[in-house]
């Protein structure tokens, strides 16, 4: 099995920073693009920010120039460095990753999703 858990959420003022931390853990054999999401109550999940393994990143428009992805593909985790954050940013973020694990001799890509971790930006 594998499992994402994500750690750094909470409450913080506008224009402040918080530091979102997911970590793989598990049987795979690799994890190729991770990233992160987030949804609001009653609402469709979207795409804030990817990362390949090579570095790659993309970027919801919304979070560009605010937000900045990484990720240690030693430790197997992804990070989500906010910063300028604004009450339209509360919601509950989720790490994603696309995981390779090996079944009966065969590479399969699995995709694999965190409990989710509630930012909330006050006014």
């Known amino acids: 099995q594998v499992q994402l858990v994500e750690s750094g959420g909470g409450l913080v003022q506008a224009g402040g920073s918080l530091t979102l931390s997911c970590v793989a853990t598990g049987d795979f054999v690799r994890i190729n693009i991770m990233g992160w999401y987030r949804q609001a109550p009653g609402g469709q999940r979207e795409l804030v920010a990817t990362?390949?393994?090579?570095?790659?990143?993309k970027y919801a428009d919304s979070v560009k120039g605010r937000f900045t992805i990484s990720r240690d593909n030693a430790k197997n985790t992804v990070s989500l460095e906010m910063s300028s954050l604004k009450p339209e940013d509360t919601f509950v973020y989720y790490c994603k990753a696309e995981v390779i694990r090996s079944v009966a001799y065969n590479e399969y890509q699995f995709q694999y999703w965190g409990q989710g971790t509630q930012v909330t930006v006050s006014s």
């Open positions: 990362i390949t393994t090579d570095g790659s990143t």
